[in-house]
């Protein structure tokens, strides 16, 4: 149902902007995390035990959040639990995919009688090399346009709106950088 396609990608959404990207970071650093390149800064679950001035554990307090919280004192003010943290790409890719599943929803319960057409672009081709041998409906056809506009505008959003990694990840690439150090703390 409608419904229930909406609720699993809201919930795949959430849980992408809480514990993303784990690859980059331990999940106990990257929950508290705090990132200049998110859309959206929220707290969440409280203070974190053991970041409050006072606690010994350095190891524990997060990083310098004034971008978000102007008043902000790295060490001195405590850390949430969990941020949430959209960033550009999740939300544009998750936009993606929920307007897919509304317009599936749509035109499955529409009566047009031109979703129900069939088209072979590839009718010249022999059967055995055509992507769709038996024809293609104009929904299909409507899905494969839209994910293969999804990648170009994908790829135009990490190429040139995404101006982090030429200004920073590329200049100073973890193995070709003589500090070797982790491409991470480079421009902190």
């Known amino acids: 149902s409608l419904l229930a396609s ?9 849980v ?20 200049k390149y998110a859309l959206a800064f929220l ?3 409280g203070d974190l035990p053991c970041s409050i001035a006072g606690s010994g554990d350095a190891a524990c ?3 310098d959040i004034s971008h978000w919280i102007p008043d902000f004192a790295a060490g ?15 939300v544009f890719y998750y936009a993606f995919l929920f307007a897919a599943v509304i317009l599936g929803a749509l035109l499955l319960r ?18 055995w090399l055509s992507p769709f041998p038996a024809a293609l409906s104009v929904r ?9 506009v999804m990648f170009v505008a994908w790829f135009c959003y990490w190429r040139w709106g995404y101006g982090r990694f030429q200004a920073l990840d590329a200049v100073h690439d ?10 991470d703390k480079i421009g902190q």
């Open 76 to 90: 001195v003010d405590p850390c949430p639990w969990f941020t949430f943290k959209p960033f550009p790409d999740c």
């Open 43 to 45: 707290p969440i679950g």
């Open 140 to 148: 299909e056809a409507m899905a494969v346009g839209a994910t293969v």
């Open 61 to 63: 307090s997060c990083k």
């Open 16 to 35: 992408t902007t809480i514990g993303t990207p784990m690859w980059n970071f331990s999940m106990n650093s990257y929950f508290k995390s705090v990132s």
């Open 110 to 127: 529409s009566r047009a009688s031109w979703t129900r057409l069939t088209i072979d672009p590839f009718k010249s081709w022999p059967k």
């Open 6 to 14: 909406a609720g699993v990608l809201w919930s795949c959404f959430v």
């Open 174 to 183: 973890c193995w070709t950088s003589d500090a070797r150090e982790v491409s």
